[in-house]
């Protein structure tokens, strides 16, 4: 297919984005540039200039216009198929207003890398069952997430999560010197909880000279309660937010995307309090030990701040994470069917 016959298909983007969610957000642009390098068009609906993950992207902001803009549409990653949705939601609506003006205009939805925590499909919400029956195909981020889908739509295959393909579309800059960086990243009401490990945690190592600094993710509750030990950090850009992971020994967090995007530049990834869909993602890697319960996680924080890394990167991460992104890109080359599909048309 050449240049000139892609260039006449505008793939309409959309998901869980501007929403105040990392991982989404990244989702959103690594979407994006995957697709303009093919020299694709795309469109992206529900974001914001002043958001810099959407820096120099073509914004529509109704679902009118994404539909009218666009050849075919894609929803482009997350967890639309955990049970939590609500069908009252704001969000809910948007996805339910895109559909039916798809419907009506003859356009195509497809689902690209999206996940839950494999429930049943009767648990889903109205609205994300009839996205996935009107989807023309749908990939899934977890094997066991093709028993949620597949009574609704056959057409569903089974790839790694693509955030495992940050490293290809957001690069590290060169190693900086200085001393190592342990993240903590513990958001929503959770963070309260952790809050009291740390306490405990800084009242055993406070008067010790440590290995690492720490750095505080997105988590007031947390930095507050820890502001004398360590920084904070705002998810702000691409640039500044993966040269911040570059410097990272470690991360310990109850997010699934920011301690999976850290994996795949190499980061050990720890853990704590997180969702089932976390838990399942370790678990379908091979890294259930991972989530970590209390002693545990008490223990190995000790000995990072005290000593530096728990284990070196090949220690700490005992899976061919190589053989995991090359099971992500499947999600890509659906991309390019689809497209090469809709070009000869």
């Known amino acids: 297919m050449t240049v000139e016959n892609k260039k006449r298909i505008t793939v309409g983007l959309f998901g869980f984005y501007n ?35 959407f820096k120099g992207m073509q914004l529509v902001d109704s679902p009118e216009e994404l539909v009218r803009q666009s050849s ?49 499909p009767d648990e889903l919400p109205r609205f994300v069952q009839q996205l996935i029956r009107q989807a023309k195909q749908v ?41 190592s960086l342990v993240a903590i990243n513990i958001a929503g009401g959770r963070d309260l909880r952790f809050a009291g490990l740390l306490r405990l945690l800084f009242r055993f190592v406070g008067m010790v000279r440590t290995g690492s600094d720490l750095i505080f993710i997105d988590s007031q509750k947390v930095s507050s309660v820890a502001s004398a030990h360590g920084q904070g950090w705002r998810f702000s850009s691409p640039e500044a937010d993966i040269a ?17 995007a850290c994996m795949s530049y190499g980061k050990p990834f720890l853990s ?41 990167s090949t220690d700490i991460l005992p899976v061919d994470i190589e053989a995991i992104k090359r099971s992500a890109t499947g999600h890509l080359h659906v991309c390019e069917e689809i497209i090469a599909n809709h070009a000869v048309l």
């Open 72 to 120: 075919l549409l894609i929803y482009g990653g997350g967890g639309i198929l955990a049970t939590k949705q609500n069908d009252e939601s704001a969000f809910a609506k948007v996805i339910e207003r895109i559909t039916s003006c798809a419907r009506e205009a003859g356009k195509e939805i497809y689902l690209i890398s999206v996940g839950g925590v494999g429930a049943p």
């Open 139 to 179: 990939t899934v981020r977890n094997p066991q997430d093709l028993i949620t889908v597949q009574s609704l739509n056959p057409e569903v295959q089974f790839f790694h999560d693509i955030v495992w393909l940050a490293p290809e579309y957001f690069q590290l800059p060169e190693p900086s010197d200085g001393r």
């Open 244 to 260: 911040m992971i570059e410097k990272l020994t470690c991360v310990v967090s109850n997010k699934l995307h920011f301690g999976l």
């Open 19 to 53: 929403e105040d969610n990392w991982g989404d957000d990244l989702m959103a642009g690594l979407f994006f540039r995957a697709l303009r390098q093919k020299h694709i068009n795309v469109c992206v609906y529900k974001t914001s200039e002043a958001n810099a993950y």
């Open 272 to 312: 704590v309090l997180g969702h089932g869909k976390t838990k399942l993602m370790l678990q379908n890697i091979g890294l259930d030990a991972f989530v970590y319960n209390w002693p545990q996680t008490l223990c190995l924080l000790m000995k990072t701040l005290l000593y530096g890394s728990p284990n070196n």
